[in-house]
Nanobody, 117 residues
Framework: QVQLVESGGGLVQAGGSLRLSCAAS????????MAWYRQAPGKQRELVAF???????NYADSVKGRFTISRDNAKNTVYLQMNSLKPEDTAVYYC???????????WGQGTQVTVSS
């Protein structure tokens, strides 16, 4: 059974930091591309950052320079370090694992991040 379990969300003041974690089980983690998405109330889910199985990263323009995605294949975990948080970063953050060659994609249950002004 595949599980992606996010943690680390919470309430933080603007300018603060949070570190999200996503622990994966039931998959060969190292061969999956990993990503963080977010969905704010009334808005569509959007890609925040991704990291390929080879370690290449990319970010949404809105978070460049503030967020950092990383992975630890030994721990089957992907992280999202979020600094200089803004109220507009408030959303449910979801972890995503995908492998196009295998046509496999999995989602976590989400973790709430709330940034107060």
């Amino acid at each position: 059974q595949v599980q992606l379990v996010e943690s680390g969300g919470g309430l933080v003041q603007a300018g603060g930091s949070l570190r999200l974690s996503c622990a994966a089980s039931g998959i060969s983690f190292s061969i999956y591309n990993m990503a963080w998405y977010r969905q704010a109330p009334g808005k569509q889910r959007e890609l925040v950052a991704f990291i390929t199985s080879g370690g290449t990263t990319n970010y949404a323009d809105s978070v460049k320079g503030r967020f950092t995605i990383s992975r630890d294949n030994a721990k089957n975990t992907v992280y999202l370090q979020m600094n200089s948080l803004k109220p507009e970063d408030t959303a449910v953050y979801y972890c995503n694992a995908n492998n196009a060659k295998m046509a496999r994609e999995y989602w976590g249950q989400g973790t709430q991040v709330t940034v107060s002004s």
